[in-house]
């Protein structure tokens, strides 16, 4: 990014005052991180930032929320209050349709807007982008535009929240997208305090029993086909139930199951309800896998999706392992 963009953005920002900040559903580290970093950065500029998300905080990121501001936005109750606002943020997601209700909400009226993203499959147009697609993490695209516009204004609240970007979209530093450039980040936020060890111990280490028990389960049911290079599984409602583990709390078991020798890809189908089935693909690196994901209105990154399909989950998985079938096999008939 250009530090022009990042002047053109604080200009934005200074002509404002009552700021939405937003991210997608089911928001994940690096949505979470990017609305407390620039929540925090607002007030001390003077704004009067909001969060609102269409999702609920998932109770690992609860320590985030220093000062309880993540709002669940509820449009019965908040849809007129939207009209206050002089500038929303969208956080993590170029696409209206992936905010949930509050996107659904937010295009009645006219407001102003910027974007800050890295994801490559782009939807939506928005009045002010910040987009980078090599970026690990929106966090650091965050990173860097505070670095160019308020460097002074850093604090060890901003530094965690963003370190916690980072740390989530890289897997741990484990992934393809974790550069020289994103650990040289991640180094100047430990030097503004961030304790590495703790903050993975939050996030990684709090699972619940029951999620755990969940994990047990999900074991025994995984199917592998095309030699072991496809893995997948259902988690039923029942099973969910079975294992006393809330649908929103399904979360980190593909990334698991993906770890397994041999295995390019895996598949979650996570059943919400009789006729709506959560998909959520992870490659090893070598097979392309967003393009199926796009299929079925969803997307993601190269190697990390997710979408959503409307049928029994029998019927899910029979139309989704044939997809990915499909590509295993150009992908084995382009390597031999
Ligand atoms: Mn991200």
């Known amino acids: 990014m250009k530090i022009y963009e990042f002047e053109q953005i604080q200009k934005i920002i200074d002509k404002s005052k009552n700021i939405l900040l937003t991210t997608h559903i089911r928001p994940d580290g690096d949505a979470l991180g990017s609305e407390s970093a620039?929540?925090?950065?607002?007030?001390?500029?003077?704004?009067?930032?909001?969060?609102?998300?269409?999702?609920?905080?998932?109770?690992?990121?609860?320590?985030?929320?220093?000062?309880?501001?993540?709002?669940?936005?509820?449009?019965?109750?908040?849809?007129?209050?939207?009209?206050?606002?002089?500038?929303?943020?969208v956080l993590d997601v170029s696409a209206y349709s992936r905010l949930g209700k509050i996107g659904e909400d937010l295009q009645k009226w006219s407001i102003q807007t910027i974007c800050f993203d890295h994801h490559p499959t782009r939807t939506d147009k928005f009045d002010y982008e910040i987009i980078d697609s090599t970026a690990a993490a929106t966090g650091s695209l965050v990173y860097e535009y505070i670095q160019n516009t308020n460097p002074e204004l850093m604090d060890l609240n901003m530094a965690n929240a963003l370190y916690i970007c980072i740390l989530t979209d890289t897997g741990s530093f484990r992934f393809e997208n974790t550069s020289s450039k994103t650990m040289g980040i991640a180094a100047e936020l430990i030097d503004y305090g961030v304790k590495p060890g703790t903050l993975y111990q939050n996030i990684y280490e709090n699972r619940l029993p029951e999620q755990m028990l969940l994990l047990g389960l999900i074991?025994?049911?995984?199917?592998?086909?095309?030699?072991?290079?496809?893995?997948?599984?259902?988690?039923?409602?029942?099973?969910?139930?079975?294992?006393?583990?809330?649908?929103?709390?399904?979360?980190?078991?593909?990334?698991?199951?993906?770890?397994?020798?041999?295995?390019?890809?895996?598949?979650?189908?996570?059943?919400?309800?009789?006729?709506?089935?959560?998909?959520?693909?992870?490659?090893?690196?070598?097979?392309?896998?967003?393009?199926?994901?796009?299929?079925?209105?969803?997307?993601?990154?190269?190697?990390?999706?997710?979408?959503?399909?409307?049928?029994?989950?029998?019927?899910?998985?029979?139309?989704v392992v044939n997809d990915v079938k499909i590509l295993i096999s150009d992908y084995e008939n382009n390597n031999c």
């Open 219 to 319: 074991l025994q049911r995984v199917k592998y086909t095309c030699n072991g290079k496809l893995a997948w599984f259902c988690v039923t409602r029942n099973i969910a139930k079975q294992a006393g583990v809330k649908l929103e709390d399904v979360d980190g078991y593909t990334d698991f199951i993906r770890s397994t020798k041999g295995v390019e890809i895996a598949i979650m189908f996570l059943e919400q309800d009789d006729d709506k089935i959560r998909l959520n693909f992870r490659s090893k690196g070598n097979i392309v896998i967003n393009q199926v994901a796009k299929k079925y209105n969803g997307g993601g990154h190269a190697f990390a999706a997710g979408a959503s399909i409307n049928c029994k989950i029998e019927e899910a998985v029979d139309e």
């Open 38 to 89: 620039l929540f925090h950065l607002l007030k001390k500029l003077g704004k009067n930032p909001t969060v609102f998300n269409s999702s609920s905080l998932p109770q690992e990121y609860e320590f985030l929320n220093i000062g309880n501001f993540y709002n669940q936005y509820h449009s019965n109750e908040h849809f007129k209050k939207l009209k206050g606002f002089d500038l929303v943020i």
